[in-house]
């Protein structure tokens, strides 16, 4: 007899746009997937990497045991399947015994991307970590978003108060540094991108995108100018310095709780339009008229994404697109950007984060939220002392190939006393680990969208239950943090603290939240409420809410933060003014990109993701491929600071002279993998040539656009 069909609604975790999909199975198997229609936000759109959800789920590579290396037997890379009671007790026992050993700070955790996309690993981890406490706390932050976050502290009062584009009612997009037409978008959770920017131009708007490369997302733009890599703070400080000069500001509109921009106006004045057109390559005359634009628009957006966040000045790129928005009366305004008020809305209750409380013990990098830079990872483990990381915790990372310098932590993590890894797969991360946890599939645990909610160009909930059963004597990822969390707290004879599951969580947020039936809200939200309605419930456009939901101490907004104003000296010396003796002849700058058909380091296992021409391509400039005698399809030898790589050369007049591009994710070509498919696309890893000593030096982000390197022709 042939099982049943049935048919179930859940958001994609993939990647930020959080689409719906109507998923239809018979017994075991996922027989379609397909875009939900009655999504509000996704409006039935999917991306080709929803469908290879099944490949995930059926993926024999994907790991179902947990595993332990025989790390002593042979060359150490022979694994064996044991017992959830032996993974667990043995893992619980050395994370105890090694930090009693060498001190609170010898236990480095590195937390990755999907945590943030399956909600059992943001409520739980705590239940592990408040009883083994470090500073030597890492994640995906830290080359990613972290100056937005660090912007949303200063200007706003809380980390996650992270402006959003208003993208459905603006007439005025300027983007730099995001391609969404291959990220489906980023801290703008916006299913159908493409859509929603025709749209724009539709009713008589403009896109225009800044970026080194002729991106997808630039393709479609009304405008596209190329700029020099890392140079966008100029750009933006001139835009600033536009407005201010032309008494363009608008800010004055808000009223007192805005303060400070007097003496940014001030810090801005030699950032004049011809200089930022010398040091970008933009002609002045498009500088003065995007800063006009942003200002006489009604409806006008500035938005930064990775160019712009993941370079030597992304924290001061964002604290002037901050002001950029404010001076130009774009904040908080319908059409501008704007805060969602998700239904489970975690800013009251949790932690505000905070800056530079302490530093890293190396190189005296400062905190975020608690967290280390990850460029210092390495450094951390293999510099002896009080305080060298010995035993690491990762959990749904991969930092070998998505951290600067991975090559360095390849190496580095080989001479951990213990590493334990919660993680399906046997990556190149991973296989450093003496344990992995593997937790169960997406398809057999809940979903709830717990962070993109709260950055989407929409207000919507939905919550999902399994499509599949959990198998049995398998654990989710959540319930690896508690049985750990209770092993650890017998070991050191604490109460362990019990912590309701996250469905329970989330119900509470639910019912507490703006929208919930314990606040009298007329929708009446609860648990309940939301799963009867499994394609999701509309919540409506985004509304103003300032000064209302400001947490600074004095609810108000200060734009003058003094360190990122100081940090301009440093913007003036190494880009205004650089010592051209520094420079080699032959540099080029390295940038990254994104393809729609992968998402970071782990998708590259499904056939139909990775099928097709190869990806992983150094793009050059004709003009660059012909001065460096660089064919196309031929290879090219990239000499960062750190190391040499040899790539595919794939010419194309998409990227700017002098700019060389390189997608990161790839290198799968290392011993001991256990992911057949992505190692027959192995690729090679950008991060082997990204540096770690270069960073953002004001918020310790990564810089990995803008590195420089030289380019010989590779036989
Ligand atoms: N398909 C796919 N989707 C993804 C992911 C993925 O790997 N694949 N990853 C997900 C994640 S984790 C994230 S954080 C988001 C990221 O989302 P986005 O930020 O939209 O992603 P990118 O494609 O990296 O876009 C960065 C753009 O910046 C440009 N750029 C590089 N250097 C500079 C510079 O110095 N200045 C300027 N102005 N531009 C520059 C690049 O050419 C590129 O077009 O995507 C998410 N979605
Ligand atoms: N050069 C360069 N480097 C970059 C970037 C860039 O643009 N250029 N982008 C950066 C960005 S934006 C990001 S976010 C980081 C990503 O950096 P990471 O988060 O470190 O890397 P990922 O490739 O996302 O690896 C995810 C890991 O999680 C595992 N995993 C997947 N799903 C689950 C799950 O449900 N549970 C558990 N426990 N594990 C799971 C996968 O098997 C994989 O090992 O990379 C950064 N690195
Ligand atoms: S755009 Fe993102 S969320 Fe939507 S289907 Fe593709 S991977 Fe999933
Ligand atoms: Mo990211």
Not at 103 to 115: I, T
Not at 429 to 439: V, W
Not at 539 to 555: I, V, W
Not at 570 to 579: A, Q
């Amino acid at each position: 007899m042939t099982a049943e069909q049935k048919t179930h609604y859940r958001a994609c975790h993939l990647c930020e746009a959080i689409c719906g999909l109507e998923i239809v199975t018979q017994g075991e198997e996922v027989i379609s997937i397909k875009g939900d229609k009655n999504d509000p936000l996704s409006r039935g759109h999917v991306c080709p990497k929803a469908v290879a959800l099944q490949d995930l789920h059926a993926d024999p590579d994907r790991l179902r045991k947990p595993m332990k290396r025989l790390r002593d037997q042979g060359d150490g890379s022979e694994w064996v399947e044991i017992s959830w009671q032996e993974a667990l007790d043995t893992t619980a026992q050395k994370l105890v015994e090694i930090r009693q050993q060498h001190g609170d700070n010898s236990l480095g955790v590195y937390l990755g991307n999907p945590a943030v996309h399956n909600y059992g690993m943001l409520t739980h981890p705590p239940v592990l970590f408040k009883q083994l406490k470090t500073q030597n706390r890492f994640s995906a932050t830290s080359v990613d978003q972290l100056p937005h976050h660090l912007v949303g502290l200063w200007f706003y009062g809380h980390k996650d108060l992270i402006t959003i584009p208003d993208i459905d009612n603006t007439d005025y997009f300027l983007i730099l540094g995001g391609n969404p037409l291959a990220s489906n978008g980023s801290l703008m959770t916006v299913p159908d991108v493409r859509k929603r920017l025709k749209a724009i131009q539709a009713r008589g708007g403009k896109v225009v995108t800044i970026d080194p490369r002729r991106s997808e997302t630039a393709d479609i733009s009304t405008e596209h100018h190329f700029i020099k890599p890392g140079t966008d703070a100029v750009l933006l400080l001139a835009l600033l310095n536009v407005m201010f000069e032309k008494g363009l500001t608008k800010h004055q509109g808000y009223g007192a709780w805005i303060e400070g921009v007097e003496a940014v106006k001030e810090v801005v004045k030699p950032f004049s339009a011809e200089i930022a057109a010398k040091v970008t390559g933009m002609s002045a005359d498009a500088i003065v008229d995007i800063a006009t634009s942003l200002a006489q628009t009604e409806k006008a957006v500035c938005y930064g994404r990775m160019g712009v966040s993941v370079q030597a000045f992304g924290a001061l790129c964002h604290w002037a697109i901050q002001n950029i928005n404010i001076v130009a009366g774009n904040l908080d305004k319908p059409g501008g950007v704007m805060f969602p008020l998700p239904a489970v809305d975690t800013v009251p209750n949790s932690n505000p984060g905070g800056f530079a409380r302490f530093h890293s013990r190396v190189r005296g990098l400062p905190e975020f939220n608690g967290e280390l830079p990850s460029s210092t990872l390495a450094e951390e483990i293999l510099t002896e002392g009080e305080g060298q990381i010995k035993v690491l915790f990762t959990g749904a990372g991969n930092p070998v190939l998505s951290t600067p310098n991975g090559a360095q932590l390849d190496r580095a993590l080989e001479s951990l006393e213990f590493m334990v890894s919660v993680d399906p797969y046997l990556n190149e991360t991973t296989r450093h680990a003496d344990i992995i946890l593997p937790p169960t599939s997406p398809l057999e645990h809940d979903h709830y969208d717990l962070a993109f909610h709260g950055l989407a160009v929409r207000n919507t909930t939905r919550y999902n239950p399994p499509v599949f059963d959990k198998p049995e004597g398998a654990l989710h990822d959540y319930e690896i943090f508690t049985a750990l969390g209770e092993r650890v707290a017998a070991l050191l004879g604490n109460e362990p603290k019990p912590r309701s599951e996250p469905k329970d969580v989330i119900a509470l947020g639910l019912a507490y939240g703006p929208y919930g039936e314990q606040q009298g809200h007329e929708l009446g939200l609860t648990l309940e409420k939301v799963s009867a309605n499994p394609s999701g419930i509309d919540l409506g456009e985004l509304k103003p809410c300032l000064p209302e939901r400001l947490k600074t101490a004095d609810q108000k907004i200060h734009c003058d933060q003094s360190l990122a104003m100081a940090d301009i000296d440093r913007l003036w010396s190494e880009v205004v003014e650089p010592n051209q003796q520094d420079k080699a002849d032959n540099e080029l700058l390295l940038i990254g990109r994104r393809h729609v058909r992968s998402c970071n380091s782990w998708m590259h296992n499904y056939k139909r993701l990775v099928k097709g021409k190869d990806r992983c391509t150094l793009m050059v400039n004709p003009a660059d491929a012909s001065k460096l005698s660089l064919q196309d399809g031929g290879s090219a030898t990239v000499t960062s600071r750190i190391n040499s790589v040899d790539v595919t050369v794939e010419v194309t007049d998409e990227l700017m002279p002098g700019v060389v591009s390189l997608p990161h994710g790839w290198g799968h070509n290392r011993k001991g993998i256990r992911m057949a498919i992505a190692v027959e696309h192995a690729g090679v890893s950008v991060n082997d040539l990204t540096d770690e000593m270069f960073v953002d030096k004001l918020s310790g982000n990564a810089a990995v656009n803008g590195v420089p390197v030289a380019i010989t022709a590779a036989s």
